[in-house]
């Protein structure tokens, strides 16, 4: 997110012809603090929801935008390493989930991970994102008690 910057002009609809597509186009967004390139990504539906951490639910493209309006912001300077945990795919939907490494730029403080879970919807112009969700990822192996019955 180095060299981030706003580009106000529309872009013309993006087609994704695969929610991989959908996800790099995604990530790209946040690495160039691309507020456009981020909402080419979104199904333009008041079905579309977006929750990160520390922020309330946001619904929709004009609340979604406004949240990645104040995360895009060239001085937060994020750089988000994805490991590609699951995905599912059944017809016109998909269902990522992903660990996200969170690294401050110019921290050296390192940040514990974060699960994401990206759901994708085909619809006439590509995939597009429908539900992005934010949630910690679990403790290291023997740090809770084991669950009931495991």
């Known amino acids: 997110m180095q060299n981030c910057n706003h580009n106000n002009e529309k872009r013309m609809s993006t087609l ?8 790099d186009a995604y990530y790209d967004a946040i690495d160039e ?11 333009p539906s008041n079905d579309a929801a977006c929750l990160l951490p520390m ?29 590609h945990l699951h995905w599912s795919e059944r017809g016109d939907t998909a269902i990522h989930l992903l660990e996200e490494s969170v690294m401050l730029l110019g921290s050296s403080e390192k940040q514990p991970p974060i699960y994401a879970t990206n759901v994708y919807r085909r ?9 992005h969700v934010n949630s910690p ?3 290291p192996a023997g740090m809770m008690p084991p669950m009931p019955g495991g």
């Open 16 to 23: 994704f012809p695969t929610p991989a597509d959908a996800e």
């Open 33 to 43: 603090c691309d507020l456009e390139k981020m909402m080419s990504v979104w199904e």
């Open 55 to 83: 922020q309330a639910l946001q619904h929709g493209p004009g609340a979604i935008r406004e949240l990645w309006k104040r995360m895009l912001d060239p001085a937060q300077k994020i750089d988000i390493r994805v490991n």
């Open 123 to 131: 619809g006439d112009n590509g995939w597009r994102i429908l539900l």
């Open 137 to 139: 990822a679990p403790p």
